[in-house]
Structures are given as C-alpha cells and as structure tokens.
C-alpha cells in the first residue's frame, strides 16, 4: 500500500506561481511512477504530468499539452515527494489536482489514469481571472 498526501493548493490570481506537494509512504518510492492529474467542476479527470523511472538514476517526464512550458513536476526521492510547480497559471487551470503513484508504468502509460493504483485525496487550485 502507499499512502499519498498532496499539499500545496489555494487560490491565486492569473499569472501566479504555485507548487503542489505529494508526500509518499508505505513503498519503495524511488521505483514508483507518479503522476499529476486534476478534475475541474463538470469535467472528467485529466492528465496534468507524470514522472517515471527508466532505470539506473533516470526519469522520464511527461506533460499534457495545455501546461507544457508552464509546469515542471519534480522529484526528492530523499524525502519520498513529488512536487508539481505551476507557472503562469490561468483560469483554466483551476481544478481538484490530484496525485498518483503506480508500480507498473511506463513512458507509454504513464498519461493513463487506470494505470495507476494509488491516489491522493486531492488539493483544490482556484485561479481567479
């Protein structure tokens, strides 16, 4: 099992930074894929960004289109977190974001929500326009 834990979440304005946190416990963190996603109000879960080891001291990051050169997600296997850092964020941005970790991923699932077998429970991101 592995319990997640996002931090990080508020209500900024357009143009503001933000970073999320997502604490991990119970697996060996460093092997785990972990993922970023977010639901806003009336919309399905969508993939935001994703860190994934691919051997060795290598990760491999992947990110949705709509935050491609804004967000960065990051990893402190030392301390077994995940960060997400929001740049510029819009209006659009604002969702539910939540955190995941799976043990079976790869770079050619890890957009995949169904892929992954651990979730948070989620940190609000309101971004006012």
């Known amino acids: 099992q592995v319990q997640l834990v996002e931090s990080g979440g508020g209500l900024v304005q357009a143009g503001d930074s933000l970073r999320l946190s997502c604490s991990a416990s119970?697996?060996?963190?460093?092997?785990?894929?972990m993922g970023w996603f977010r639901q806003a109000p009336g919309k399905e879960r969508e993939f935001v960004a994703a860190?994934?080891?691919?051997?060795?001291?290598?990760?491999?990051?992947e990110y949705a289109d709509s935050v491609k050169g804004r967000f960065t997600i990051s990893r402190d296997n030392t301390k077994n977190t995940v960060y997400l850092q929001m740049n510029s964020l819009t209006a659009d941005d604002t969702a539910d974001y939540y955190c995941?970790?799976?043990?079976?991923?790869?770079?050619?699932?890890?957009?995949?929500?169904?892929?992954?077998?651990?979730w948070g429970q989620g940190t609000q991101v309101t971004v006012s326009s």
């Open positions: 119970g697996r060996t963190f460093s092997r785990l894929a």
């Open positions: 860190i994934t080891w691919i051997g060795d001291n290598s990760y491999y990051a």
């Open positions: 995941a970790a799976g043990e079976r991923i790869d770079i050619w699932t890890m957009k995949a929500s169904g892929r992954y077998d651990y």
